[in-house]
């Protein structure tokens, strides 16, 4: 297989852009030139586009890659929740409206943690604009809640109420940020500081922990779409790539293999390390991702 011509420095330093989007003013990286297949970086909890920092240059060489905030989450906007829905609807609605403003037609989607309700909702309403997927402990699958970080969000799923939303704040918490980037790692000496301190940062903003019970809360919604993504598997058979940290106790292992009921081909790589795997396995994932996305995607796109 020949790989594309790797394009100049220039080209693939990353830039910093904002843009309005139903008002919001949505922060977005992007690296790469303007003509290269589209590669849509879709973060999770409790983080940003930031966790996407070191990918974005490794690939940027031959992709135009594009790694959105979602509103109350990093350098966007955190409107009020009195007038902003913090749902995986609306997320899914900005980065659709903000890929269409930027002119990123067609895109591959890599999509972790919150990332994957994101994305998968994107999909099923654009399947013709997706090219490929690329998972990483993003669940689609109710084997996938197979962890008991999972019983006190359920809990709080099942009434709403003040005391099970208390129960769980915690998780707002640098405890549980530090935990969320060094359980399961091997090596944390690998694990910048930076990556939970500036995290926890914005978490600690007045208001922001607020706007993550209330997404946490919403992520209820997220499970009676599965089997309408399940259909899409199906019907349009998306290339797909799994890197997954098998060591992750909120998306564990058990998540992954589901992906082949729908998707035979689908390509799973378990790494030894935990939820956020970029962190400490980022060179090895860019080097699959690479592989797979000049594979499917760019071979596959028509000669202009």
Request: glycine share 6%; aromatic share 12%; hydrophobic share 40%.
């Amino acid at each position: 297989m020949n790989a594309p011509i790797a394009r100049t420095a220039s080209t693939s330093q990353t830039r910093y852009e904002r843009v309005k989007v139903d008002g919001v003013e949505v922060f977005y990286r992007e690296a790469g030139p303007k003509d290269a297949p589209v590669l849509l970086l879709l973060h999770g909890f409790p983080t940003s586009s930031q966790m996407f920092r070191n990918l974005i240059p490794l690939l940027a060489n031959t992709f135009r890659v594009i790694a959105p905030d979602y509103p109350g989450y990093g350098q966007s906007e955190m409107p009020d929740r009195a007038k902003f829905a913090y749902t995986f609807e609306n997320y899914a609605n900005i980065v659709d409206k903000l890929t269409r403003q930027i002119g990123a037609d067609r895109y591959a989607l890599y999509v972790m943690d919150y990332g994957a309700p994101v994305g998968f909702r994107l999909a099923v309403k654009n399947p013709d604009r997706v090219t490929a997927f690329i998972v990483q402990n993003g669940n689609a699958y109710e084997e996938g809640f197979g962890h008991p970080f999972w019983d006190g969000i359920m809990a709080y799923w099942k009434t709403g109420e003040t005391k099970e939303r208390e129960a769980i704040r915690w998780l707002t918490t640098i405890k549980a940020t530090y935990w969320q980037y060094t359980n399961g790692v091997k090596d944390i000496a690998l694990i910048s500081p930076d990556a939970w301190t500036l995290d926890q940062a914005l978490l600690d903003r007045p208001g922001n922990a607020e706007i993550q019970l209330d997404v946490l809360y919403d992520y209820r919604t997220n499970v009676p779409l599965y089997p309408s993504w399940h259909d899409y598997f199906v019907k349009h058979k998306p290339p797909m790539l799994i890197t997954w940290g098998s060591n992750d106790e909120i998306f564990p292992a058990s998540g992954a293999g589901p992906y082949k009921r729908h998707l035979p081909n689908v390509e799973i790589h378990m790494l030894d390390t935990g939820h956020f795997a970029l962190e400490d396995h980022g060179h090895r994932i860019a080097e699959l991702m690479r592989e797979f996305l000049c594979r499917v995607v760019v071979e596959a796109e028509p000669k202009k």
